[in-house]
């Protein structure tokens, strides 16, 4: 399978614990994009990366959220002291190129704080 | 500001119709792409075509067609006899030349329901 991969696709934890999600993209797109997405809603922007470098966060990705992108392969994207309002699903995307190129989608990370 | 308007919260059609899907935007740039996607069950979202904001022309994909109406901010989505396979979210979303067009504003969403 060559498309976007997360891992785990479910993940339930208590609150206060600290998760981390992992993104493993298309082999050689030089784009990452992490979303977010609660019920019912679109998908929200969080954060992106050219190679390694993380280019822009948005507000959403308040100090509790983490993301790297190590030699720019596969991302991670850690939540620490989780709330319960960070229930969503994570979805991670990836694209080749410059400019407005179409992003290919994981399935996602359904996260769960109870 | 970005945004994008989906005012079909859920539309529900028996095999073979046809549906019109809308999309509405705004957007202060003149340049500026226009998105839609699939969203299965299965939760991964699946790309279905890019316009970009010069390109009014209206395109033609086997029974997927799209009428983009710069007049009046719309990028509506047309499927010609519709399939029980269509059944899904469609999301409509814009990106805009001060993010370098790398931000995917989405809108809501609207969920077909396609039945035999």
């Known amino acids: 399978d060559t498309g976007v991969s997360q891992d785990p696709r479910h993940k339930i934890t208590k609150r206060g614990q600290n998760v981390t999600f992992r993104c493993d993209p298309i082999s050689e797109h030089n784009r990452l994009y992490w979303y977010r997405q609660t019920l019912g809603q679109g998908p929200e922007f969080l954060t992106y990366f050219q190679n390694e470098a993380q280019l822009e966060k948005s507000r959403l990705l308040s100090d509790r959220f983490s993301a790297e992108r190590p030699k720019g392969s596969f991302s991670t994207l850690e939540i620490q002291r989780t709330e319960q309002g960070d229930s969503a699903m994570y979805l991670c995307?990836?694209?080749f190129g410059e400019g407005a190129t179409e992003a290919f989608f994981g399935q996602g990370t359904r996260l769960t704080v109870v | 500001a970005q945004k994008v308007t989906q005012a079909q919260t859920e539309i529900s059609v028996v095999e073979k119709e046809d549906v019109t899907l809308d999309c509405v935007y705004e957007?202060?740039?003149?340049?500026?792409?226009l998105f839609w996607y699939k969203q299965p069950p299965s939760g991964e979202l699946v790309f279905l075509i890019r316009?970009?904001?010069?390109?009014?022309q209206n395109e033609i994909s086997g029974r997927y067609s799209w009428n983009f109406q710069k007049s009046t901010s719309s990028f509506n989505f047309t499927i010609t006899a519709s399939q029980v396979v269509d059944s899904a979210v469609y999301f409509c979303a814009l990106s805009e030349p001060f993010t370098g067009f790398q931000k995917l504003v989405f809108g809501t969403g609207t969920r077909l329901l396609v039945s035999p």
């Open positions: 316009r970009n904001s010069f390109d009014e």
């Open positions: 957007t202060r740039d003149t340049t500026y792409y």
């Open positions: 995307a990836s694209s």
